[in-house]
């Protein structure tokens, strides 16, 4: 298990799962579990069993199905009611009937709340922390105790916040988190706060961060710089409103910026794998732009970035992208240079140094096509192709198109029927195929693999994931250029090809003329 010294604690089973539009099966939040345990973090909060049927069924079948390597299960839950003694509150017993070692129970620490929202005394509120956390110790559990909306107590009353924060520790807690639960705060204050409480109160304490004002990472960094040694957050920066502070991003900040071992290094050098896969599991497309272990984490695009390091990767990097399982990317675009075109070249298995001619060649081919309205940085297939094509190997064409044509009716029950028809050349073959489909992007599809499924059956793996759609900038009404993106898979790999006309059929069709071919080129390889 993990390091009792400073606390890596995962919310995301139950704060991280408040965010808007997710709702995990119990086999969703299993799967998530494993891979925070992969990561090694020291606590994972399950859920509020008692309160939440699945949270509840979450811990029953933990107990079984969960062989957790590093990380100890949290149960979350509320102090007693007022007015009842804890041994004889129901949601205190489903606490302590989940099985789970740990309880953090969310208590409030800011006077309005008591007398507003739970409608008690500021006395009766101090006996619902005391009681709660002495009967649950007296019963074998490691409390923690989340100090909900903690600095805007402290703020309107630090006197009773610090009382609450004294009584829990009194009742026998190992920690007090303190919550700043709206998000408004900012490091300085912050970290002034945290400061004073540990010096009044000698309490253990942990930080709950918010990002409403965008600060929730870097306030858990000042809490932890002034003595924090719990920090609280959810995968991914998963949460209600703007979300809850960033796990991945503390971790890879406290390990590879502060020299805090806080995750075995090898199971750092899995997060960005982490980080995707439970993205998966949650069905929330990744942000591309978060920090460590986004897919542009480490992309670069400026001529001048890449010029440099071609030299040295590190002067445009603060980190090694590999020491949290990323990768560094470079993005072919108008704003590229021959160094990016050559180091891209080189990601994807071209040497294109011995011919400065030949790339200069290629950047200005880049730069005129990005004019038009191509965008290569989102298309890595497509530019692959323009590279075979350009430095004059075997050309890439597995076919050749004579004309192509779609027509889309109107049924007389009204239903709408797309049907294409290609002629194309093949191994010496003319081929005309026709093919159906609901709308005319589909049925040229269907009838490109109708012309080419005998003379290459291995077109049956590919499928088309993904279509974009996207009218470019400065061309207006109907007659606008629009650029298509498409995705296609052919069950291991995933690639991405662009097309670019006036007519959005075209360029769906030279989309998928070039999916199909990077496709058969790869299955060449």
């Known amino acids: 298990m993990a390091s009792d010294e400073f606390h890596v604690y995962d919310t995301t089973l139950r704060d991280g799962m408040q965010q808007e539009g997710l709702s995990p099966s119990v086999t969703d939040k299993l799967a998530i579990a494993r891979h925070l345990d992969g990561l090694g973090v020291g606590f994972i909060e399950g859920g509020w069993p008692g309160a939440i049927p699945k949270d509840t069924e979450f811990f029953r079948r933990a107990q079984t199905e969960l062989d957790l390597k590093h990380a100890q299960l949290a149960a979350f839950g ?99 988190a303190l919550c700043d639960t709206n998000g408004g705060m900012l490091p300085g204050e912050l970290g002034d706060v945290v400061h004073q409480v540990i010096e009044t109160t000698s309490a253990r304490v942990g930080i709950h961060c918010h990002d409403d004002s965008g600060c929730a990472v870097a306030n858990s960094l000042a809490a932890i710089d002034a003595g924090a040694t ?21 971790v ?112 200005n081919r880049v730069k005129e096509l990005e004019a038009a309205g191509h965008s290569f940085e989102a298309a890595d297939a497509s530019f692959e192709l323009l590279l075979h094509g350009e430095l004059g190997g075997e050309p890439a064409r597995f076919f050749t198109v004579e004309s192509w044509r779609v027509i889309v009716e109107q049924t007389a029950d009204g239903r709408h029927v797309s049907e294409a028809t290609v002629k194309l050349h093949a191994k010496d073959e003319r081929i005309i195929a026709t093919g159906e489909g609901n709308g005319p992007v589909n049925a040229l599809d269907e009838a490109l693999r109708q012309a080419l499924g005998q003379l290459y059956p291995e077109l049956a793996r590919l499928e088309l994931i993904d279509y974009k759609v996207r ?19 052919d069950g291991d790999d995933e690639w991405s090809t662009i097309g670019v006309e006036e007519n959005i059929v075209a360029a769906s069709w030279t989309a998928i003329v070039d999916a199909v071919t990077f496709g058969l080129l790869r299955a060449r390889k």
Request: aromatic content about 6%.
């Open 471 to 489: 009218i470019l900038e400065g061309d207006h009404g109907t007659q606008s250029r629009t650029r298509v993106l498409i995705t296609t898979s």
């Open 230 to 250: 719990h920090v609280q957050g959810a995968a991914n920066g998963y949460g209600e409103r703007t979300g809850n502070a960033n796990l991945f991003t503390i």
């Open 252 to 363: 890879a900040n406290l390990q590879l910026k502060k020299g805090r071992e806080v995750v075995p290094p090898q199971s750092l050098a899995e997060m960005t794998r982490i980080a995707h896969a439970i993205s998966e599991v949650t069905n929330v497309a990744p942000h591309t732009k978060q920090p460590y272990v986004g897919f542009s984490a480490f992309a670069h695009k400026a001529g001048l970035h890449a010029s440099a390091i071609k030299a040295d990767p590190n002067l445009y990097q603060h980190v090694d992208p590999a020491c949290v399982g990323n990768d560094m990317r470079m993005l072919v675009s108008e704003m590229a240079g021959r160094s990016n075109i050559e180091l891209k070249g080189r990601e994807l298995g071209y040497d294109l140094s011995e011919d400065r001619g030949v790339l200069t060649r290629i950047t």
């Open 78 to 176: 509320a102090t007693r009611r007022a007015g009842l003694k804890a041994a004889d509150d129901p949601q205190v017993a489903a606490l302590r009937e989940s099985g789970a070692p740990i309880v953090t129970l969310v208590a409030k620490a800011h006077d309005r709340h008591v007398e507003l929202a739970v409608r008690t005394t500021l006395e009766e509120n101090l006996a619902m922390w005391r009681d709660t956390v002495e009967h649950l110790v007296a019963e074998g559990r490691r409390v923690f105790v989340d100090a909900e909306h903690f600095f805007d107590g402290y703020r309107a009353n630090p006197a009773y916040a610090l009382e609450c924060v004294r009584t829990a520790m009194e009742a026998g807690a190992d920690l007090v």
